[in-house]
């Protein structure tokens, strides 16, 4: 009977415990999987919003600024000009783009946009490869989690390009 206690605090101590083991996991996890989440929070509406904002005014159809014209490129299916978007992508990283001097995005917005963008890109190309999107394969290779997509993609090439020699 003495001992009811004792047994009762193990238990609970345990519990607390494994609450807390549970509960850092989740937050360890959350973090994990923030540069996941981000691009589901810059969905295409959110980076032509930005686009408008801050590209538009020069890369329209109007102006073609660089021969560049975002205005008309589709923003839901980004994989459509994804050679565009890949140069977009290199600007928005370096922050180079808009040009000096011009009210640009903050660099958080600049960097989830280049994300979401990327993002779009190689989901496409897992789903349907294209050798020439290379700067996909580099990333896919990058990610743990594609490393076995991007096998996969490699296998294909080097297949295709057997395929082609015979
Ligand atoms: C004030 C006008 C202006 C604004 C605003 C602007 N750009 Fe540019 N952009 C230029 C000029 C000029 C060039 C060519 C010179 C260079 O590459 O630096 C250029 C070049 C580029 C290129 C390279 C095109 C190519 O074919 O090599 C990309 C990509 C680009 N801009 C993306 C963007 C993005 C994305 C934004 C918005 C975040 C933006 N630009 C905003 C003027 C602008």
Not at 20 to 25: D, E, F, I, L
Not at 80 to 107: C, F, H, Q, T, Y
Not at 137 to 164: C, D, M, N, T, W
């Amino acid at each position: 009977m003495s001992r009811r206690p004792q047994i009762v605090g193990a238990i609970a101590l345990l519990a607390g415990l494994w609450l807390a083991a549970v509960a850092g996991a989740l937050r360890v996890e959350a973090t994990q999987q923030a540069p996941a989440a981000s691009p589901r929070s810059m969905p295409g509406a959110a980076n032509r919003a930005v686009a408008e904002q801050y590209c538009f005014g020069c890369h329209n159809q109007k102006l073609k600024t660089a021969g560049l014209a975002l205005d008309t490129l589709d923003f839901d299916h980004v994989s459509a000009n994804a050679d565009i978007w890949e140069k977009v992508i290199a600007k928005l990283r370096a922050g180079s783009m808009p040009p000096p001097g011009r009210p640009r995005p903050d660099a958080a917005t600049a960097q989830a946009m280049a994300i979401s963008l990327e993002r779009d890109i190689d989901q496409a190309w897992a789903v349907r490869p294209n050798p020439g999107r290379i700067a996909a394969v580099h990333r896919l290779k990058k990610r743990p989690f594609s490393r076995a997509a991007a096998g996969r993609k490699y296998l294909e090439i080097a297949q295709g390009r057997r395929v082609e020699q015979e």
